[in-house]
């Protein structure tokens, strides 16, 4: 959601603290919640920031993520609007941080049944769309796609 000015944070996914217990039962350290953007006079919330130690398998890597659920009524739209959001974050983020690599979130249900569509995976792999796919029941990184 596009925030300026001093406008409220937008709600939390449903999936939200599923994904962000299954990052800390990754390794990784929750650095914000949420991760405010902030270019000039606007300011936009990313769902997460995240940081690995120095000693973990991703040494000091720095981490975006935005939380996605995909349960709309259509989930092509709801593609189209992560796929938006995410662009315009990247696109931010290459200016205001660019050590950090923005990932979108998404449950492990959501991705067997939409995005292993051939549809959708044309669509991601053509847009370098990464994704962390999640178990939400038990709140474990299934998968990580660069």
Do not use: C
Not at 18 to 46: H, S
């Amino acid at each position: 959601m596009l925030l300026v000015y001093n406008k409220p944070m937008p709600k939390l996914d449903i999936i939200h603290y599923a994904v962000k217990n299954a990052l800390i039962k990754d390794g990784w350290t929750i650095t914000d919640d949420p991760y405010v953007i902030q270019y000039r006079r606007t300011t936009l919330y990313a769902d997460l920031g995240a940081e690995q130690p120095i000693a973990a398998e991703r040494p000091g890597q720095k981490l975006v993520v935005e939380v996605k659920s995909f349960i709309g009524a259509s989930k092509i739209q709801d593609l189209k609007e992560a796929l938006g959001q995410y662009d315009i974050y990247r696109y931010l983020l290459e200016e205001t941080a660019p050590d950090r690599k923005l990932y979108v979130a998404v449950s492990a249900i959501a991705y067997k049944s939409f995005f292993t569509q051939d549809v959708i995976q044309l669509i991601v792999n053509r847009h370098q769309l990464p994704l962390i796919i999640v178990n939400i029941e038990v709140e474990e990184i299934v998968q990580w796609i660069n």
